[in-house]
């Protein structure tokens, strides 16, 4: 030990003995999460709290609410850093990034997300979810920062001609603008990796989230109608809705319903902090890498309409209209890179994701009363 060539408590001994220490602490705890309040960054949140990881949120809360912390603190005990800053405003996220300069990596939450809305604006997509990229990456470059895990989707594939799709599938032509941010994104990480700008990318391109933490404290916050097919079930058993359409009863599938994989919230948030820790630990392959985060199972809607039926106990009032436009009929992941190579595994059931989408969604019901 280096601290044995000096008397026992001199300021060499105890410096020379700390420092080493010291950096080792302080590298492993700070990380930055940006849409940290939105629905799987606080997932993300309390799984790197939970892991011991000090966090700081950066959030416009364009989407997401302040309370969300308090949900956040709520279940780990630990109130997370939280600034609330455009990720747009480079001159801000400089002066947040220069105070934190020291984190150990950055997970990139923060971007618009529903589909529909991204072909009707399609350049306010572009503006927040590729420019807010590039402030990111321009930020952390300059401040030599590294360590990034990006929120990419399995939209990126369309309709896979192999399923299950791998990560090697090709990339279809984006159907929406906002599957376009997505690509061009993962372009953007790819190129700046090349250029040396970045030695320690991950995207990670998650299938279809769902579910909620098992506290019902924290969850998915849909504004206005849902979009999406677990919020609109727990919205309509809560009376909240008069219907679920199931939209095409008609796909080459088991029942005749489309197929997605659905993957919970809480198995998503640990597939981020895994993939933290390989670029912590630099157990990288190459500077970009990227992962299927799924279950590796396909479900029908139908099949999810039975499982939460069975779960809750509540009958859902759906009908089986016309195919929504858009829709690939059939995508679920191979999953085999993410469970080898990250050594991350789905452990949730659909059973578990129906549950805690229900539990967060009957808190919220009650505490509007
Ligand atoms: P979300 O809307 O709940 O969370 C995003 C958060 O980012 C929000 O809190 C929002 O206020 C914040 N934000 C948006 N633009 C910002 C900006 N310019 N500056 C600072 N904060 C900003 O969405 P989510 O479902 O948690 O999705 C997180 C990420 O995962 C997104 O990039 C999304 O595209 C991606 N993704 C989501 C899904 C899904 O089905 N939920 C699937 C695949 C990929
Ligand atoms: C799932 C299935 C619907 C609502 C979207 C984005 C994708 C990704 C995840 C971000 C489909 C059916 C739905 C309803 C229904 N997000 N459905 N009735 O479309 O697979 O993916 O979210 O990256 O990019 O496109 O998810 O939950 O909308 O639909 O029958 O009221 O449920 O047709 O088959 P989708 P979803």
């Not at 930020?139 to 929120?151: C, E, G, K, P, T």
């Not at 005749?256 to 392959?285: N, P």
């Amino acid at each position: 030990m280096l601290n044995a060539h000096f008397p026992a408590g001199s300021i060499f001994s105890v410096h020379i003995f700390l420092i080493p220490y010291l950096c080792h602490m302080s590298e492993m705890r700070k990380v930055i999460v940006t849409g940290g309040t939105g629905y799987i960054g606080s997932h993300t949140v309390v799984e790197l709290q939970r892991a011991g990881y000090e966090v700081v949120v950066l959030d416009n809360l364009s989407n997401s609410e302040r309370s969300v912390l308090e949900g956040i603190t709520a279940i780990t005990g630990v109130q997370p850093a939280f600034l609330q800053i455009d990720i747009c405003d480079r001159q801000a996220l400089t002066d947040v990034l220069l105070m934190h300069q020291d984190a150990v990596g950055v997970i990139h939450f923060a971007a618009f997300k529903a589909v529909g809305e991204s072909v009707e604006d399609p350049l306010a997509y572009y503006a927040n979810n590729v420019g807010g990229m590039i402030s990111l990456l321009q930020v952390m470059s300059v401040l030599n920062m590294d360590n990034l895990i990006f929120s990419s989707s399995c939209t990126v594939y369309g309709q896979p001609e192999v399923l299950p799709v791998t990560e090697d599938a090709p990339i279809q032509p984006a159907q929406s603008p906002y599957g376009n941010t997505k690509q061009i994104c993962e372009e953007m990480l790819q190129d700046a990796a090349a250029a040396g700008l970045f030695h320690r990318v991950i995207s990670l391109r998650y299938f279809n989230p769902v579910g909620a933490d098992p506290s019902g404290l924290i969850g998915e916050l849909p504004i206005g109608i849902p979009a999406n097919l677990m919020p609109y079930i727990t919205q309509t058993a809560a009376g909240l809705r008069d219907e679920l359409k199931v939209f095409g009863g008609d796909y080459a599938t088991l029942d005749g319903t489309a197929v997605r994989d659905y993957i919970h919230v809480s198995d998503l948030a640990a597939a981020h902090r895994i993939a933290l820790e390989r670029l912590i630990e630099k157990r990288h392959a190459t500077a970009f890498e990227t992962f299927n985060i799924g279950t590796g199972k396909g479900s029908t809607v139908l099949e999810v309409i039975h499982a939460f039926e069975q779960m809750t106990g509540v009958s859902l009032n759906y009908r089986i209209v016309d195919r929504r436009p858009g829709d690939v009929e059939q995508v679920w992941a191979d999953t085999s890179r993410a469970n080898q190579v990250l050594g991350w595994t789905a452990q949730r059931t659909l059973e578990d994701m129906a549950a805690s989408a229900w539990k967060w969604e009957k808190r919220r019901v009650e505490s509007k009363e």
